[in-house]
């Protein structure tokens, strides 16, 4: 390999990493601002809800079950905290897609 191809794949590498930060600085306030504004009505507040409370019941299930024990009943989180925790998810998952997007266009990019 010469030094100049050397230099040239360094510097992609590179590129590409701050390409990969720029996304994820744009990405994070767009999902701060996604997880208010699903917050604000009571349609989406139900939705926020029910995801909370789904990713609740699935991670005490497997947390339960891997320890070794039955599930028997899982305690339903308070409507506060269910809608805060289906917020957060939404708010990660944007932020998941927007950067595996961005992952895989890169990549195609590539080839």
């Known amino acids: 390999m ?3 191809l050397s230099l040239s794949l360094f510097l992609d590498h590179r590129l590409l ?21 699903f917050s604000r009505y009571e349609v989406t507040q139900r939705l926020l809800r029910g995801i909370g409370e789904t990713s ?26 269910a809608l805060h925790d289906g917020a957060e998810l939404l708010g990660e998952g944007f932020i998941f897609l927007f950067t595996g997007t961005y992952l895989v266009y890169e990549y195609n990019k590539s080839n």
Do not use: D, F, M
Request: overall charge positive; glycine content about 6%.
């Open 56 to 81: 609740h019941q699935i991670t005490s299930r497997l947390t339960i079950w891997s320890a070794g024990y039955r599930v028997r009943n899982v305690k339903a989180l308070e409507a506060e905290k």
């Open 17 to 37: 990493k701050l390409g990969g930060l720029v996304v994820k600085t744009l990405a994070k306030p767009l999902s701060k601002q996604i997880k208010h504004e």
């Open 2 to 4: 010469t030094w100049s």
